[in-house]
């Protein structure tokens, strides 16, 4: 295991430090954790799987939201227009046609309730806390390391090439309906991480922003750590569910 916090100590070329993010990627993105293994061996109980698609929620909701602070901070027309996508995907037309929405399907389709989940008053303190700062960090740190900390879309399409076969052979419950979310994002992912890479590598002149650009990779891999770490603890055990949070039905 590396530790990034200098990596960029004597400066890197830009092909070393794509290698160094992707490296950064390779040892923290969240498909190492023990939570996407016990997802992808079939290990999950429904309320687990309920539980990540609920609190998955959160993180959705507030894509568009940190990518709105993005789009205030850049100054190019051209970056904007670009970036602007990002907020079409996941809003649609109208605010329901895009990815929150078929987000909002994936958990019904599980037995969720539509209100309960956009609420999002059931969702674990851990996951309220790992998605208010990754807004704040958008809306706090530079241009440069808002985008910087996007790059973990770089990964999205290796997990979500590992999750989404595996949900689908190993838990009776769920169709390729209730994954449709999945299938139109691996296209979105790399069209959004390939931009963020070219902004970041054409960026990071100097060795101090190309640790700015490694640390606000190393802090999103962390916020998508914490989320899984927190459903991990909060449902190995009933006596572990914090208080207000999303319980199964029988346990109400
Ligand atoms: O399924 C996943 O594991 C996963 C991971 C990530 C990510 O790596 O941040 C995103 C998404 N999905 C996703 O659906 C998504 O829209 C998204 C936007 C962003 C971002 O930081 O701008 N990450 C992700």
Redesign the pocket.
Known sequence: MSDFHDAARNGLSSSELETVLRQVGAERY?NRHPFHHRMTSGALSRTEMQAWALNRYCY?AV?PRK?AMILAHAEDPAFRAAWRK?IED?DGEDGWSG?IARWLHLATSLGLDPDDVKSERLALPATRFAVGAYLSFCTNRTLFEAVAS?L??M??PL??GERVPAMLAKYDYITEDTLAYFSR?PEQ?SRDADFALAYVLGHADTAERQQQAIDALVF?CDI?WAMLDALQHAYAEPGNIPPGAFRPEAAL
């Open positions: 969240h959705q894509i990518d990002r996941h990815g996007s973990t879309e990964f999205s997990i979500i994002r992912a999103k998508l």
